[in-house]
Every structure is written in structure tokens, then in C-alpha cells.
């Protein structure tokens, strides 16, 4: 995890504006859905690209949400609308999905890069708002770091302790 930090530290240091902050936390929010759209093209499980699409809207709504920010200073209102996916975390990793849990394991990282990104932009805020705005968002990539921890929990009937 130390070069996870290092590489975010790295990144919040270099920014000098909060005009910075949102162009790297959009760039972010977009590399993000472009990654889950790719993964979703490739995967051969309905439940898995089920999964990639939900996380890809997700993504792009973030980005929505910091371009509105960035274009009337307004703190917008986010939610997210996580549908159910506990049937599908009955469904097992066979035969050759094993690259799929590859995949799994890559989002995983991808959202608590993501969660740790917001979480520090947050204690960087120069206001309460702002602060309020960047925990929100790093609540949701918590969330979907959490979904997608479900689904590994179930295929290797492990789970991580976080």
C-alpha cells in the first residue's frame, strides 16, 4: 500500500490551485469509468458486468458532480443509488473467470486510490463545504470498494478486513 500513498501524496502536493484539485479529480473520476466500460467489454459474467456498468455510471456521475462544482462553486447534491447485487454474490468463479477476480482485485485498488484521493482532499479544504463535498465523495468510493470487496468475498470465500 506504501507506493498507493506515495503516489496520491505525490499528486495532492503538486497541486497549487483547487482549480488543480478538481481537473486531477475529474481526470480521475474519467480514467475510472473508461476502466470499468473496458472490463465490462471483456468479462464473460452477466452479474460481473452488471457490476462494471454500475461502477462505470457511478464514476461518471462523480465527475458530473465535480464539473458542476468547479462551474457555479456550489456544493451539488450527491447520492448514489447502489442497486442490489447480493444474489449475485452467490455466483461462483469457475472455469475461466479466474481472470475476472484479477479484475476484481484491480477495482478494488482502483476505489480505495480513489477513497484516499477525496479523503485527503478533504483535509486539505479550505472550507467546511468543501470538506463535507470530498468526505462524500470518498463515502462512495468506500462504498463501491466495499461492494466489490463482496463480490471477492464470495467468489474465494475470503474477506478482507478493512
Known amino acids: 500500500m506504501s507506493d498507493l500513498l506515495k503516489d496520491i501524496s505525490g499528486t495532492i502536493e503538486g497541486l497549487k490551485t483547487f482549480d488543480d484539485v478538481l481537473d ?3 481526470t480521475l473520476e474519467e480514467q ?6 473496458e472490463k465490462a467489454s471483456t468479462i464473460k459474467s452477466v452479474e460481473t458486468i452488471g457490476l462494471y456498468n454500475y461502477l462505470a455510471e457511478e464514476e461518471g456521475h462523480h465527475a458530473d458532480y465535480l464539473r458542476q462544482y468547479r462551474k457555479d462553486k456550489n456544493v451539488p447534491k450527491v447520492r448514489s443509488n447502489a442497486p442490489d447485487f447480493k ?3 452467490s ?15 484491480a477495482a478494488l485498488r482502483l ?6 484521493f477525496y479523503t485527503e482532499l478533504s483535509k486539505r479544504a479550505d472550507n467546511e463545504e468543501q470538506r463535507d ?5 470518498a463515502s462512495f468510493e468506500r462504498g463501491h470498494y466495499e ?5 471477492l468475498g464470495e467468489s474465494t470465500q475470503f474477506r478482507m478486513q478493512t
Open 32 to 37: 475510472g469509468r473508461e476502466f470499468y466500460l
Open 24 to 26: 486531477v479529480s475529474i
Open 133 to 137: 463535498f470530498f468526505n462524500k465523495l
Open 111 to 116: 476505489e480505495r486510490k480513489s477513497e484516499y
Open 147 to 151: 461492494l466489490i470487496d463482496g463480490f
Open 87 to 89: 444474489t449475485s454474490f
Open 91 to 105: 455466483m461462483e468463479f469457475i472455469d475461466g473467470r479466474l481472470g475476472e477476480i484479477g479484475v476484481l482485485l
